[in-house]
Nanobody
């Protein structure tokens, strides 16, 4: 049973930073793609960033480029999202997700962690 548990959300002022964590368990993730998504009130869930666990390749949304960094700790089976220069429009529930490398859809999702950026 794959389990993804996010943590690290909170309230921060505009211009501040937060680091989100996603602890993954239940299997070996070497053939998985891990991603971060977010959903703001009244909006659809949107892609933020992803990386391929075995190759380490990364991808970011335009809004995340230059401000957010996705990374991993293999020993801890944990993925991180370092968010800098936060803006009020970054306010959302952030979710981590996982999918097999060959599959387009994310099969596994965490419960989400709230990020609120005040102006």
């Amino acid at each position: 049973q794959v389990q993804l548990v996010e943590s690290g959300g909170g309230l921060v002022q505009a211009g501040g930073s937060l680091r989100l964590s996603c602890a993954a368990s239940g299997r070996t993730f070497s053939s998985y793609v891990m991603g971060w998504f977010r959903q703001a009130p009244g909006k659809e869930r949107e892609f933020v960033a992803r990386f391929s666990w075995n190759s380490g390749s990364t991808s970011y949304s335009d809004s995340a480029k230059g401000r957010f960094t996705i990374s991993r700790d293999n020993a801890k089976n944990t993925m991180y999202l370092q968010m800098n220069s936060l803006k009020p429009e970054d306010t959302a529930v952030y979710y981590c997700a996982a999918r097999k490398l060959q599959v387009p859809n994310y099969d596994y999702w965490g419960q989400g962690t709230q990020v609120t950026v005040s102006s």
